[in-house]
């Protein structure tokens, strides 16, 4: 249409300039008309110097609040460039309706100091990893007449979408009912507090802290084995994430069941229990423990499960975890259901799930 | 978003943009638009219009400066002027309402004015920078420059440019970046926009530059294609409604430019070559008003019905009808319609035994009405059918028997009664019954009366081309009706005359012409159908003199005398007549005075002043709709075509008292004849529309209106001449006042010494205008480049080691080091200390630690390192910069690297 529209002004400012004889009209008309031809070709080449990144390729956000996403452009033109427009595909992982957005914004030439960094915010209403990907890079002319675009490649990022924290009413057994081995395990975080004596050392699994490896002993093996600590006075949870009961995968049941595993959890954290979560990672090929006993240990976990392939059939689920050990310990299953010992807790309602994580009273005594 | 996020976006939204450019660029429009009304200001008010240009100015910059700096106390301003010119203008409201009431009215404007535009202004930097709304002031913008022209408005080249230059440079900073089409704010973004703002500014001044250079070499192709685009639009509409034929000599002087289509209009055949250009005239204007020249004709009424044939005589009438042709036709008309109309009521009266006396017959809206003796309407009116109506001859028996038919109370008309009517359209006569008794009423009957008469047989050859002209349909009844024109002139000898036959193309009679000192000839004939299109046109054929030797042939003559000195006498009353005012012209005139007795001088003065006041072109664009047609053509546009040069000469040769009429018709060039053995005078051309031309004619004594050809050559050259007159003659006269023509180039451009010009981007505009627009673009580019500098100088000095280290990488590659690395290699330390001997190891080797600090450790560098980098960058770039060779360090310091 903007094209239309200026052959028209430049048609008619001709024909006036022409009739009514006006030489510096015409001069204008023909300055306009260079300039557009111009333009045309400025577009070709300010596309092959204009590319588009994610600067920050994760980043952490919670739910419900606005997420910001870092577009960096690179201008290697000497000319400034007065709009481009971004094409991102954003989704939700596990989700088949990807959102388009466009962004249009411009940039400085290359070498000036000013940054050409935009941040764009949008809300995350559910939990779970939204991919994001720069699909196409669309260079207008400074008039906007003529555009021409490329499609960018592997430009990706990743949001994690935290649940919030939610406090739940729990009422916690003694504690040596409930555990089915009282160990001193334990595995501080914090550099310099490392009093604890090791117990044995294992191989290393996805989780585990990196400064837990035992150098010399991997450099040896040419393997990497973590240390592992004994604690004094913490207990040893067992949490089992079974995600066969549920096929579908639409976000809002991800969602719910992220909420209320990370409320569970972080629930039981506050009662100085240390926490094993074990799952089903078909990505990996195996079952997958995490130990947690400090919050960040939470959100990496999540982060982990987020990106696992947990969701499979019972079968595949019961080859790997012992029934019996389960009966023992708790387990949250993707029908939202909560097991304590074998005994059902409560069963969660997809729509309802913030609601009865805060008001309802969990007995587990 | 967090709440502080979402705060500072709210708060970056707010603000507004402060980056200069966008004030210079507006100011620079208002300055453009300013500059329009300053220079077609009065030369008293212009004054006036620069102190309103400082006031607007001044005012923007300090709605700007509040706006950008207390941004909080802008809407109390915008409130308190409203109020401050409510207050102000409530008390004058009284003085205001009572000077729009006086005569003029203008005081009362006068008095509102500053309020006025201080609200404008208000407005439009409220538009501009609150709303960011560009639309209004672009359209009103783009309006100003496209229709000043029409509007009769001058422009500058500095009030295009820089209107254009802020027009779009304006748009450009608009530009809107969004996300999801909600707006998006981004620091830095404004910067983005402010430098492509400039860079499209200059990019359009360099791009005037070729423009104007094309515009000034290339003009004429440029304005031909315009008007070429026009002609072919103008075809199209035509072919769309039906309307093919053009009349090329209607009186009209153009206010734009000429369209010629090179459509054939007949065919000419002479038996000799002509000397010169033969002039065929078409056309003769009388008085010329709203940009049109009156027929002729109707001027000369009063003057041929005091020589009428019928009470002068037939010598006289002959006399007449050499000298004054056309004019003479129109009474000649009037008299073989009144003939007609006489005998027909005669006929009637004793064909139906009334006695009708009198009739009127209503030409306009085709009705007739007879009156009996006692002044009875006995014939009620009656509305005729529209193609009857039309046509005068054959209108008149047939509405006599529609009359009589048709509009009687049971077919009866008193006792008589009406039975039967027959219409003979072919025959052009009508017969009815009345009383048993048939009554024939035609029109040929009143013909051979007329054909007795030599001027009659003349005059109704005459008849053709006046209605030709006029656009009336032809005459059914003449069709076919052949006859021949005896020779009038006692001294009439065919052999020693050229003869000339004219035969007109697609049976188009509307552009016929004939020559000048017409011997004898045949006129034209026309063929019509029943609808009154003309199906054939034959020739015309003509005896003339093409060499003027008249003198003396007809003083032997009776009464020669007399009737020339009564024509010379009413030729003077009446063709030196001025309706319109023009008042360059006039006073040009006015301040020039001549001889008026001496014809030679005055046409040497206006054959002077049309050479140095304008040139030839077809295409000098439209007349604004507020000048005058001819001062614009001489005095503002200094170019124009034939019929400007003829109205304008004619004109003049008027203020001086001179007898001259406007001419159109052909003019046909010698070249243009080609011999043609198979014709029957041996030569022949193709006259085309392109050779229609406009010219005066000027009365002399014993020859009649001679033409006089006031036109230039595309060169400036004049070549009018008469008997008595000729380029010798003008050469001294000229040398007596001493005038002088200007030199023109094949372009019709003064190479010479003249001050007049000739519109359009001449020499002395040409320079200068490139000049400015060179001046001004490199002027722009180099502030924005320096601006761009001193943005990034002071931004060195606070720019994170990495960004430092960024900028070292670029320089280096710019002076062509070490351009396969990009810092990320593990011996750049010494390759850049190999690359930069004056660089300390150690220096390079902390830079490239404190950088790895900055990208992995958790803390990153402090600021002293931060300092450190920056310094090692500062160091470096003196290092490079000294080394360069000269072209490249501007670039180096200014461009790539601002040190």
Redesign the interface.
Known sequence: MKKIVTVL?LL?????????????????????T??VV?SFFLTRYLKHKLTAEIPEQSSIIRKN????FKIRTDNKC??????YKLTICMNYQGSNRPVI??????????????????????AAPYCGMISAELRRLRVYD???IFSSSSKLRDKKGEVAVLPPIRKMNIRMPAFGSYTNEPVAETSSDKKGEDHSEIRFIREYREGDLTRHIHRNYSARTEKLWVKEYQRENDFIFDLFLDSSYYKETDIEHRDAFYELVYAVVNNLMENDIVIRVHYLDKHRGGAVMFELDSRKDVDRFILDLYKSDCFCTQEEFLNYFNVLAMNNAMLLNTSLEWYFCGRPIYRFQKKNIYYELVNRYFDLS | MTRKQKNEADKLSRRPDSSPALIILYMMGLFGMLSVLYDNALADSKPIVLMITVAIEVFTILLWYIYIHKNKYFMYLVLGICVLITLMIIPSWGNIISGFSQPGGMSGLSALLPFILAIVTLLFFYLEFVLRRHSILFLLCMGMVILAPVLGLYLSIHSVVLIVIFQFGFYVFNTKISFNRSRLIVKGSARASAMSAVAAAVMLLAAFVPAFIAEHFFEDELYMQVYQADGYLQDGINELFGNLSTNLSDGTVSRGNLRQSGNPIFDLSVKELPENRLYLKNYVGSTYSSDRWENAYQQDRTFFEYIDPDSSGDKFGRMGLIFYREPFVTDLLNAIVNDYYKSLLKELSLQTDIKLVSFDYDYKNGYLCCFDQNGREVAVSCELPNDIAADKYLAVPTACAYIFYENSTNRYYGDNLIEQINLYNSDSHASFIINDRMIDISALPVYPSVLNQTSRSEAISDIYTTFGRQGIIYNKELRDFDYSIMAMNPGFDDSQTNRITITPKNNDLMNVCYPYYPAAGNAFGAVGDNDGRITQATACEYYFEDKISMEGRWSDLPDYERFVDSYYDYAKSNYTYIKTNHPKLSALCHETSLDTSNINEVTTFILYTLQTHARYSKTPGSVPFTADTIDYFLFDNHQGYCVHFATAAALMYRMYGIPCRYVTGFAVSNGLFEEDKNSELGFTAEVSDKCAHAWVEIFLKDYGWVPVEVTPTIDGRMTASFPGFNDSVMRNIMKKHGWEFVTRNEDGRIISNDNNGAGGLDSDTFLPMLLFCTAASVVLALTAVFGRWCYSKKKQKTMSCRAAFDKLINMLHFCSLLKDMNGSERNFAADLCEALPELDPRDAARMMSILEAESFSQNGADEQEHEFVRSLYSSCSQYLYARLKWYKKPLFRFIYCFI
């Open positions: 002004l008619l400012a001709w024909y006036f300039a022409g009739m009514n004889r006006q030489p510096y009209v015409m001069a204008a008309v023909i300055c306009g260079i300039f111009l609040m606005q997420a910001e000497r000319l400034p460039i007065n709009k957005k466009k962004l249009s914004g411009n940039a400085c030439p290359a070498g000036d100091p000013e940054e050409n960094l935009a941040s764009v915010y949008f400074y008039f906007m």
